[in-house]
């Protein structure tokens, strides 16, 4: 039986990728999800534009992000969709306590000009699986990085963010 040697090696490459993809997505995800995590800046926390760089994900019903304070200015969020839904990502100043923007019970969402509520900037809804990026000047506040299609931000899907 004869194999032929360039489908194997194309499954092999595929098969590689795949695997270190999925190597770097566990290490990212184990490294973020420890909330006592406070990790400084430092040059390897920059982006290639000298901005703050943060590293996120969304998912089912999560937001995870690799470092939850910054320095104010210029600041590049990184942000996968790792789940199998589109979602959106908001950069949300706020006056609330963490978890608390009031939900619209006929929207389950919060209303994104309430008062105490100011949304920065957004990525809106995109596909699974790929990655966006945003840019921003942020001032000194409290933050929530977090989903706001309904019932996702009432389903858990945030975390507290600080600029100082």
Not at 7 to 20: D, F, P, Q
Not at 32 to 47: H, K, L, Q, Y
Not at 57 to 75: D, H, L, M
Request: aromatic share 6%.
């Amino acid at each position: 039986m004869r194999v032929d040697s360039d489908r194997s090696r194309g499954n092999m490459k595929v098969l590689v990728r795949v695997t270190c993809a999925a190597a770097l997505v566990m290490s990212f995800a184990g490294c973020a999800e420890d909330p006592n995590d406070t990790m400084s800046a430092t040059s390897s926390e920059t982006a290639a534009d000298g901005s703050s760089l943060v590293i996120a994900s969304v998912q089912e019903w999560k937001v995870i992000a690799n470092r939850n304070t910054v320095p104010a200015g210029p600041t590049t969020f990184l942000v996968s969709n790792m789940g199998t839904i589109k979602h959106e990502f908001l950069v949300t100043k706020t006056d609330f306590a963490d978890e608390k923007i009031p939900i619209e019970p006929k929207t389950n969402r919060f209303s994104e000009e309430g008062e105490g509520i100011e949304v920065v900037n957004e990525i809106p809804e995109w596909e699974q699986k790929t990655t966006e990026s945003l840019t921003l000047t942020l001032l000194p506040g409290n933050y929530e990085l977090l989903c706001n299609i309904e019932a996702h931000y009432a389903n858990g899907m945030q975390t507290a963010f600080t600029v100082k």
